[in-house]
């Protein structure tokens, strides 16, 4: 069975600063795809990113970046800079190749920049 | 383009009522997820459709049901609702139902049940 796990239940950081949110998956599927999406107070997911189990490269986009690593079945996530619009629950999910559009969530982060 | 859209956005109903939920995908997009957000339970995954059929269903008692419409609007059912269907009903819609391709959510409708 598929299984995201996101340790770190919450995080507080001051406003600047770099911040990392991990994210652990199982599976035994050899295709499948990762996502990240950002939850705001006002409640909507919004989607970051995805990724394949067949693309392992890197990714960055403005103050974000993903870390994708196979070896470890990680699939990190660093802002960079934190701004406290950052503040929001990050959830890292999962679908794989014989789940159809079943996302599995992990938990969550809690992220809090402090002003 | 408008976002996924889902009505009502906040609810109140009593146990043992039933409730309807209602969501518009985003246009051109045919597969519909819904799920339930709570803080113990998490993001839990209630059911997926695709032009009009259910392709794949959680670990949802049959209380919970769905349908699609033919312009992929859909819609969700909770019958003899408890205290323990409170929580953030969320749907999502993807483009064409195909594997891994991002979904996209609304902003949920809140349902309290009392």
């Known amino acids: 069975a598929q299984k995201v796990t996101q340790v770190q239940t919450e995080i507080s950081v001051v406003e600047k600063e770099d911040v990392t949110l991990d994210c652990v998956y199982e599976?035994?599927?050899?295709?499948?795809?990762l996502f990240w999406y950002k939850q705001p107070p006002s409640g909507e997911l919004v989607f970051l990113i995805r990724r394949n189990s067949f693309d392992e490269q890197n990714e960055i986009s403005g103050r974000y970046s993903w870390n994708f690593q196979k070896s470890t079945s990680s699939f990190n996530f660093t802002i960079t800079a934190s701004q406290v619009v950052d503040s929001a629950v990050y959830f890292c999910?999962?679908?794989?190749?014989?789940?159809?559009?079943?996302?599995?969530f992990g938990t969550g982060t809690r992220l809090t920049i402090i002003p | 383009k408008a976002g996924v859209t889902q009505t009502p956005r906040y609810l109140i109903k009593t146990r043992g009522q039933q409730v309807t939920l209602s969501c518009s995908p985003i246009s051109g997009h045919r597969s519909v997820s819904w799920y339930q957000q709570t803080p113990g339970q998490g993001l839990q995954f209630l059911f997926e459709y695709f032009s009009e059929t259910q392709r794949n269903k959680g670990n949802f008692p049959g209380r919970f049901s769905g349908r699609q419409f033919s312009n992929s609007r859909s819609e969700m059912n909770v019958s003899t609702l408890e205290l323990g269907d409170s929580a953030l009903y969320l749907c999502?819609?993807?483009?064409?139902?195909?594997?891994?391709?991002?979904?996209?959510f609304g902003p949920g409708t809140r349902l309290t049940v009392t």
């Open positions: 599976t035994r599927d050899t295709t499948y795809y």
């Open positions: 999910a999962f679908i794989s190749n014989f789940g159809n559009e079943k996302l599995t």
């Open positions: 999502a819609s993807s483009l064409v139902g195909r594997q891994g391709y991002e979904q996209y």
